[in-house]
């Protein structure tokens, strides 16, 4: 039997359920209404605040429904968007008799391939060459929705679009959304639609020019509350009988987003030890062990960069956002105002950082105290 106090019982990166799951019991009860009822909602907020495990949790409580999760972070195209929605739909099929072959026959203006992953053990549908006509795509994917609605009955099925934002970046975007919009606002079970991207999620549900525009409802998911959290990762660190320094919650608290939260915990439990008080020594190993995990990814953004974008980028954080455009920032990195402008904006569509309004933050804290240690 495995002693649980030897345990890491620190989860981040991924989906979290309980007992690893901080439960955020208001948007829960109100997401929870949502779905009930049948309301269309978008989930919003930073990257790793924990908005996919809250929907996640918060759909466990529909055990009647199946949850249709389709992550678009890595979609390109409509094609790609096919793809993701109908293997997200055939995951289901040893639960719902018959689901493939409907699925194949609302499908059959492309004629997809469907092959049996070998991993998953799971039927994967591919298009070929023949079924990238932006029509046909836009066409077939109205049936895949025609499908759902006519498919499953308002309490049979919850749908979840993951980093909803990345439609914008299809070509005929705009031509996409509004003939999804048409299906979708015609349904009775709910759409689900989150995105870490708040500019992009704006454009698309609060831009009056937008189909989606005043179509759902918004749930803005923010950081757990230190009064919350504190307690939830005190317990967890007990059970291997550790205890945190006071200072050190104020260096953890400072990185704001609870994925990063449980991040840099999990690392000051690794390089702790049962019976122990976890002081600013151990924090200082702790964000060592950090940059050694992810230091190939540092190294690969970083390669990527000109020598001004690394400029600019080491004097944020440094100073942060307020100070980047000065007299004396400009003297220091050796570029005008405009040049500097240029590479923040080079910076933002590389997504090192991400532009939230007069907001401009790292998407990855830890590059940021990495820069502002060590010499590049």
């Not at 009775?188 to 009056?208: A, Q, V």
């Not at 660190?237 to 999990?266: H, Y």
Request: glycine share 6%; charged share 20%; net charge positive.
């Amino acid at each position: 039997m495995s002693d649980k106090s030897l345990m890491n019982p620190f989860v981040f990166g991924k989906i979290v359920e309980e007992p690893d799951f901080c439960s955020r019991a208001d948007l829960a009860a109100e997401l929870s209404s949502c779905i009930g009822s049948g309301q269309n909602v978008v989930v919003f907020g930073h990257r790793r605040v924990g908005k996919s495990s809250l929907v996640f949790n918060t759909c466990r409580e529909f055990p009647a429904r199946l949850p249709l999760l389709i992550d678009l972070f890595f979609s390109k195209d409509s094609a790609m968007f096919l793809e993701y929605c109908s293997n997200a739909l055939f995951s289901f099929n040893n639960r719902r008799k018959g689901l493939l072959e409907k699925t194949l026959v609302a499908l059959r203006r492309i004629r997809p391939q469907v092959e049996m992953d070998p991993q998953s053990g799971l039927p994967s549908l591919t298009l070929g060459a023949g079924s990238q006509s932006p029509v046909l795509l836009h066409q077939t994917i109205e049936d895949f929705f025609d499908f759902l609605g006519s498919e499953f009955k308002a309490n049979q099925i919850v749908v979840c679009f993951d980093e909803f934002q990345s439609v914008l970046g299809y070509p005929a975007a705009s031509e996409l959304l509004a003939k999804i919009r048409a299906k979708v606002q015609y349904h009775k079970f709910p759409y689900l639609f989150t995105g870490s991207d708040r500019s992009g999620i704006r454009s698309i549900f609060i831009d009056p020019a937008s189909p989606f525009y005043k179509s759902v409802r918004p749930l803005e998911v923010q950081g757990i509350p230190r009064g919350d959290f504190q307690p939830f990762l005190e317990r967890r660190f007990s059970t291997g009988k550790r205890k945190v320094a006071n200072p050190v919650w104020d260096d953890v608290f400072a990185l704001e987003v609870p994925g990063d939260i449980q991040q840099m915990c999990a690392a000051l439990w690794d390089c702790s030890r049962a019976h122990s008080t976890i002081d600013s020594t151990v924090l200082g190993r702790a964000y060592e062990r950090i940059f050694a995990y992810e230091i190939e990814g540092f190294r690969s953004l970083l390669m990527n960069l000109t020598a001004l974008q690394i400029k600019v980028l080491k004097r944020i954080a440094a100073v942060g956002i307020d100070d980047i455009y000065s007299l004396s920032s400009q003297q220091l990195i050796g570029a005008s105002g405009s040049s500097i402008r240029r590479s923040v904006g080079a910076l933002v569509k590389k997504w090192i950082l991400s532009e939230d309004g007069d907001e401009l933050y790292f998407n990855n804290p830890f590059l940021r105290r990495f820069l502002m240690t060590t010499n590049i």
